[in-house]
């Protein structure tokens, strides 16, 4: 029998249990996940949910006036590990305003709050799997996971791809930020994986007179046609 | 293999209610729809307190068993219920509360003459989880549970975290605990 299946990657994600991360201590599973084979629930998913608004692609025109801050677009690909493009899929991104305050009644700290910035948006992949919004670059921030901790500025995002065992939430970092040394999600990511959460300034796709560029392309698990084996359950991969 | 290297996940952190909340991100039916069912939980963390900065994520299949998709071997099938997305989303409430609405799944062929039982998918997302944990939902009324693979492979023992129970007329109750003595059984897809 041929299956579609979506192999697991070795080397890429934290392990949940990263304990430079305060908040895993009590919110991390501590058992080992059980292997669950990838059946019809887990390679379909989602294709399309939500509605996009007309300014959702643009953080810098939801509001009557303009955001203060570097604008900026953060464009790229959204592809499969097989390099295939990954078409009409939502992309959802958030972020801090360019003081490093997000628009939410948990963050207080004393920058200001932009009241023509909520720092939300969503687009949808086009046939090639390309993304593009405009926002504006977003400032770094502190928190409490130890003294002195601040964030990298880092902008959320979130995909789908076309099945279940696709979905990635992820964050998009700047290139050479000196916070990069000291931040543990950042680093929660094995040596060597890292980077790629790295954007990549580029002038070519930068708008004369208007905004600065990132590119970032996105990777997700890649799909296989394979003859089907039973996966024995009782023996998870290393993870 | 592997020609472009994989993404890594981040956590999702505390702020996600900017990015991925819609109102309508519980109904995975349009209100009003018939036979609909409410699913709904506290999710907990490894203290016993409730997790208020979460968010589940749900996907199942329609009540005949099929999935508007080209990948389901079966082919796409248009959802029988009018207004199905098969897809909820429910951020976590300042008491941990979850809650989805939606229509009781159909159950799966499994391959090998094996049958899954009618289950939902679950990805569940918080600040200090780094990656988003898998888990499963399935219903305390459904004889077809004792035969389904995936909770033939959970030590009988931990079978009860998966397990939503019937909490009134057409509600489903199913806490999820991160961690602690009453952990839930997370998966590896």
């Known amino acids: 029998m041929t299956e579609l299946i979506y192999p697991y990657a070795e080397d890429t994600h934290p392990p949940l249990d990263s304990p430079g991360y305060r908040s895993t201590g009590l919110r991390a599973p501590t058992r080992r996940p059980i292997v669950l084979p990838q059946r019809f629930t887990e390679i379909t998913g989602p294709l399309l949910v939500g509605e996009i608004g ?12 303009e955001p203060q801050g570097q604008r900026i677009t953060v ?35 004393p920058a200001p709050i932009d009241p023509n910035f909520s720092g939300g948006g969503r687009v949808v992949t086009n046939s090639l799997g ?21 964030r990298p500025a880092h902008i959320h995002f979130s995909l789908f791809g076309r099945a279940f065992t696709q979905r990635l939430v992820t964050q998009m970092y700047f290139p050479d930020d000196p916070l990069f040394a000291y931040d543990p999600i950042y680093n929660s990511v094995p040596e060597g994986a890292r980077e790629r959460m790295v954007s990549r300034f580029d002038l070519d796709t930068t708008q004369p007179n208007w905004a600065l560029s990132y590119r970032w392309d996105i990777v997700l698990r890649g799909r296989e046609q394979t003859v089907f084996e039973q996966v024995d359950a009782g023996e998870p991969h290393d993870d | 293999m592997t020609e472009y290297p994989l993404t890594p996940s981040q956590t999702v ?54 999935f508007a998709h080209p990948d389901d071997p079966r082919g796409a099938a248009e959802p029988g219920v009018p207004g199905f997305l098969g897809f909820g989303r429910s951020t976590t409430d300042a008491e941990g509360r979850w809650e989805i609405r939606t229509v009781r799944p159909g159950a799966l062929p499994a391959g090998d003459g094996l049958t899954e039982a009618p289950h939902l998918d679950v990805s569940v997302f918080a600040r200090g989880l780094l990656d988003r944990v898998v888990t499963r939902i399935y219903f305390s009324d459904e004889p077809a549970n004792d035969t389904d693979p995936v909770l033939g492979d959970v030590p009988t023992e931990r079978r009860e975290t998966l397990v939503a129970q019937k909490d009134g007329d057409g509600d489903y109750r199913l806490d999820i605990h991160l961690q602690g003595p009453r952990e839930t059984v997370f998966f590896q897809v």
């Open chain 1, 130 to 150: 390309e993304y593009s919004f405009t926002t504006v670059r977003p400032g770094a921030y502190p928190w409490g996971n130890h003294p002195n901790a601040w």
């Open chain 2, 13 to 66: 952190g505390p702020y996600l209610s900017l990015g991925l909340t819609w109102p309508a991100g519980p109904d995975v039916v349009p209100p009003g729809t018939p036979d609909a069912i409410r699913i709904s939980g506290v999710l907990f963390d490894g203290a016993g307190a409730v997790v208020p900065d979460g968010m589940i994520e749900t996907w199942q299949a329609d009540p005949d068993g099929r």
């Open chain 1, 75 to 109: 464009s790229g690909r959204v592809l499969d590990s097989g390099g295939r493009p990954v078409p009409d899929t939502l992309v959802e991104v958030w972020q801090a305003n360019a003081a490093g305050r997000y628009r939410h009644a948990g963050d207080t700290w």
């Open chain 1, 54 to 65: 007309p300014n959702d692609h643009d953080l810098t025109r939801q509001h009557d006036g």
